[in-house]
DNA sequence: CCAAAAGTGTTCGCTATACACCCATGA
DNA sequence: TCATGGGTGTATAGCGAACACTTTTGG
């Protein structure tokens, strides 16, 4: 498990202190993925007062009445981990009438990739305590937080193999390996490299960098990049991604 | 186009009668697929009082502080359709600020596919107008809903690919002729039938029904049933339904 | 008989899978 | 020279696309 200890301004709900400019009974939840070493890990954020102080939870807040859902779920991402313009997505909405206390509300959930030349820069701003966590380790969470992270993971694990979002999780420049290490740790299978290699290399998603690893104890690997143009030309094709 | 007329109690959305025991600005709206002669329709209705009277909508309203999103959605459908226990998916939130004229209301999108013997059920009840209008043509509609709808197409196009869901909209006996069409009709394409046939039979998802159509002038086709018990069997041991 | 749809058979090429193998490099 | 991962080759089985074909039934 990793805890990059990260400080960061919370906004997370709690009724007790709702400004007025915000819509009571909803709130925004976000599930923000990383990869570290090849786990996938979560951001949680450690609330410091109200109802659920001391206790983890996703990053989120209230959305406001002149903010889109989107908008509000980048502003509290923005303002949790630095980290703009991301691949952000709505994953559902939970509204069980005991998830909250007291009150009704109900949360729209949207996640997030983080790649992992980001991940350190989500240690930079200041307020409640905030780690990653490896998913498959989690500490107790408030309200049904623990649900939605289960069910966006296993969105995650379809929708990867659906689209190429994947590379979101990677460092600009990638070798094959970390891009397939990345489907197996997600996926949670082992997949053999020379069918993968050609799988991926023929779908012609990868641009060479012209470049290879360096420091490491074997044969230096290519390094890839992502080719969205590439992407784009084929989609407009009726191309689909399938791994 | 079909418009089998059909009344309903309507108890869409109105700000300017919202009952007490509801949270304001939030709302349901569902999105009801049925199939007419092979074509895909969805279920519409007209409002009668308040700002958009006179005017097509999705049917949907109001959520009680005391009731799940899915019961919400659930009863509007219950209301409107006097069908029950249907397949019923949330599809995505809709929140855009400007979405809702003079007050900000989020919607919760649900979305349910009516089986062509219920199909008339839906006339049953009394209150504002409402018909079955192919997907494909479409009239004026309130507010987002047309984009709305757009997005659903779009979800059940993927959707109907990967889970067995279309037979929903079959009656509970069908030929695989009729299934064929189905799926022709809903993704927009013409399938080879002897191909069909073998992909659909190799799952093991059709039970025979040892029956026979009637009343057709040509060789009477074998009926089958979606096969349930075989489908949790399979999906257990990590069965991929894909058409 | 014909029309229309039911249903079967067969070919061909692609792709997934499995696995053996060689290459380059630092320690 | 060995360990480690980079990278290539290849045989095989199965599936999908295409399409020719036979069967059954009502009119």
């Not at 779920?73 to 691949?87: F, K, N, P, Q, W």
């Not at 420049?173 to 020379?194: A, C, H, M, R, V």
């Not at 360096?214 to 890839?224: E, I, P, S």
Request: glycine share 6%; aromatic share 10%; with cysteine.
């Amino acid at each position: 498990m990793s805890e990059n200890s990260l400080s960061s301004f919370s906004s997370h709900v709690d009724p007790a202190t709702t400004p007025d400019n915000v819509i009571k009974a909803l709130s925004i939840d976000n599930l923000i993925f990383g990869l570290d070493h090849g786990q996938l890990d979560i951001l949680l954020i450690k609330h410091r007062e109200g109802i659920s102080a001391g206790r983890w939870a996703l990053p989120g807040g209230w959305i406001r009445y002149d903010e889109n859902l989107r908008d509000a779920a980048s502003r509290h991402l923005l303002e949790l981990t630095g980290v703009s313009d991301l691949y952000l997505e709505q994953l559902k909405t939970f509204g069980r009438v005991d998830r909250f206390p007291n009150e009704r509300v109900v949360t729209v959930s949207y996640y997030a990739l983080v790649s992992a030349e980001d991940y350190d820069l989500a240690a930079g701003h200041n307020a409640a305590d905030a780690c990653w966590f490896n998913v498959r380790a989690l500490p107790e969470l408030i309200y049904d937080h623990a649900e939605i992270i289960q069910y966006g993971i296993e969105q995650l694990q379809q929708n990867v193999r659906r689209r190429p979002i994947g590379f979101n999780l990677l460092p600009e420049k990638f070798t094959l390996l970390q891009l397939q290490e990345l489907y197996e740790s997600i996926l949670g299978t082992k997949l053999d490299k020379p069918n993968f290699r050609r799988k991926i290399m023929k779908m012609g998603l990868l641009a060479s960098c012209d470049e290879k690893q360096t420091g490491v104890a074997h044969r230096a690997a290519k390094l890839y990049r992502f080719d969205e143009q590439a992407y784009n030309t084929l989609m407009e094709k009726g191309f689909s991604f399938e791994i």
